[in-house]
Structure formats: C-alpha cells, structure tokens
C-alpha cells in the first residue's frame, strides 16, 4: 500500500532487501493470514509475505482472538511447498523465530511450548499459526502466520502471562526481527516432510513443556515430541500420541 513504510521503510524496499517476491505493507488490516490466503488463491508466488502494522481480528489456534496493536510483528507467509504437514511446519517457524531471538538477545532465552508459542521468561513473546489448502490430496498453498509481541504495549490483564521483546531487548525494532526472520521462513518450503534429527535435538533444547505434568489434552507427563511433530506425553502404563489440542499444565 503506498505511503505504509515499516520502521521507514516500504513495501518494495522491503522485498528487495529480503529476496522475496512481494511484500504487501498495510497500515490496519483484519488478518494478515487470510489475506495471505486471498493471495494464495490469486495465484501469488511462494515467498509472499504479508505485514500488518495492526490487526483488528487477529486470530490464533482454535478460533482465539490475538491482540495486534501497532509495535507488534504481525506477518503471514505464503508457501507452496509439495507436502504441507501443519504441524512440522508450525515446529520449524517457531524454531527459526527462537534462533532470531537469541541472537538478538545474545543469549538463549527463547523457550518453545508445543505446538506453536514462543515464550521468554515464562511468558508468551509469539505463536505460529500454519494453515493450508488443499486440491484433494494436493496441497495448492500453506499460510503461515506470525504474531511477535516486539514494542507493543502488552494489556494489563495478561502481563502476567505475555511479553514483548523489548522488555528484554530495549530498543529492539520490528525490522531488527524481520531481517533475522523472513529470509530463512522462505526456504521452510523446501524442507522435508519430517523433523530432521538436528531439529528434533534443537527443540528439545527449547522445549518448555518436557516433563511437566499435564491436564489436557491428555492427562500425564510432557516426554518430548517426535520426528512427525507429534507430542508424546507419558501416563499411567502407556504413552499417548497427541498430534493436535490445546495444553494446560496441571
């Protein structure tokens, strides 16, 4: 959109500077993953990216609202890789966005809670939002969605449970993030259909929910996730396979 810049810098700017194909920069949009699926369906490149300085309906899993103010990294990705496994793919942005954390911070402090939440000291920073479209059993695109708390006032209600970045990192830019991010969220597309094992080891190393005791979406203890994305959570005698839900800790 003419005129939009982020950090005072414009669409265009910014797909030059990434290699991507297209970046569409708008001021307040509802949801930059729908619109990335809008572009999807307009039969937009692999590499797209879509940023919002706001949202008004921004959404998470399972139909929950994000609150997007202005400050905040509001981005959707668009891929059209040959296989789209949803959860592997979820998995890997969250492990690129931690390794930019860490890198700005200079230390490891970006923990990654299964399926898709990013979080530092304890505290929600991000989550990822994979969602794609199908031809039968042809995948035409995957949308990837990413909500990063950066320099956004976080509301009162829920400082106990979230945290922007520049708590941590003061000074911190929504385009410090987005140089580290975007360029190694395109090649994503081309990865395999599994966790390799250098992904597997590196989210266990982030892994926020190993061995913590859970009540949902199976009752139990968090034992780390397997190559398909899967999260193994050991019970009473057996060890369930959760591949999708909603986790609460007991």
């Known amino acids: 959109m003419a005129g939009v810049t982020l950090d005072g810098i414009p669409a265009a700017a910014l797909a030059r500077r990434w290699a991507i194909p297209r970046c569409e920069l ?5 949801s930059a993953l729908d619109r990335a699926h809008a572009l ?8 797209t990216v ?3 300085l706001e949202q008004t309906a921004g959404r998470g899993r399972d139909g929950r609202t994000w ?15 040959r296989a789209a496994p949803l959860g592997i793919m979820s998995i890997r942005a969250g492990l690129v966005l931690a390794d930019v954390v ?37 995948p035409q695109w ?23 970045l520049a708590e941590v990192i003061p ?8 140089d580290r991010l975007v360029p190694p969220l395109t090649r994503l597309g081309a990865a395999t259909e599994q966790l390799t094992d250098q992904e597997c080891r ?11 005791a859970l009540r949902s979406p199976v009752a139990g203890h968090a034992r780390g996730v397997r190559p398909d994305g899967a999260l193994l959570v050991e019970g009473e005698g057996d060890v369930a396979v959760v591949r999708e839900g909603h986790v609460e800790t007991a």
């Open 26 to 30: 708008v001021a307040s949009l509802g």
């Open 40 to 47: 999807g369906a307009e039969g937009a490149p692999a590499g």
């Open 50 to 52: 879509v940023l919002a």
């Open 67 to 81: 609150h997007s103010p202005p400050g905040g990294l509001w981005l959707a990705l668009l891929l059209r890789p």
């Open 102 to 138: 860490d890198e700005l911070a200079g230390r490891p402090i970006a923990r990654l809670k299964w399926p898709n939440d990013v979080l530092v000291d304890d505290r929600k920073l991000a989550g990822v939002l994979c969602e794609g479209r199908w031809q039968g059993e042809t």
């Open 142 to 164: 995957l949308a990837v969605g990413l909500g990063v708390n950066v320099a956004n006032e976080i509301p009162a209600a829920v400082r106990d449970f979230a945290i922007a």
């Open 171 to 178: 000074g911190v830019r929504r385009i410090d993030v987005l």
């Open 202 to 212: 590196a989210f266990a190393a982030r892994d926020w929910l190993r061995d913590r």
